[in-house]
């Protein structure tokens, strides 16, 4: 039982230690030093003058015209793109449409199967 509170008396000292001397590292600086660093930027500031080189000077190019407007272009879709063949599977666009085609196929329902002589 000594063991124990004397345990948790030794950690309460630390911890009390602890703060104190961190209460004190913080009062012993000041804002002086942060001063004194600042006057010590502007000096250096003032002493030091930037130097910026000039821009490098860039040779002017020639305008060109493009004079081959009478070429193709070979940018345009027909030149990049074939134009695609007519696929043989494909059902006929152009075709009369069936009766039937007119409705849409959730709205059709079997209503009857009818057989004459024996065929369906």
């Not at 190019?61 to 030149?79: C, G, K, M, Q, V």
């Not at 134009?83 to 599977?89: H, Q, R, S």
Request: glycine letters at 4%; proline letters at 11%; aromatic letters at 10%.
């Amino acid at each position: 039982m000594t063991f124990q509170w004397g345990n948790r008396w030794f950690k309460g000292a630390l911890y009390a230690l602890l703060g104190i001397a961190l209460v004190l590292t913080a009062s012993c600086s000041s804002d002086r030093s942060m001063i004194d660093l600042k006057r010590f930027v502007l000096n250096m500031h003032k002493s030091t003058q930037p130097s910026v080189e000039p821009l490098p000077e860039f040779a002017s190019i020639p305008a060109y015209t493009y004079a081959a407007s009478s070429l193709p272009n070979p940018f345009s879709p027909e030149n990049v793109f074939p134009k695609p063949e007519p696929d043989l599977l494909e059902p006929d666009p152009t075709r009369p449409r069936e009766h039937l085609e007119g409705f849409a196929l959730d709205a059709l329902q079997l209503a009857a199967i009818m057989i004459l002589e024996g065929k369906l």
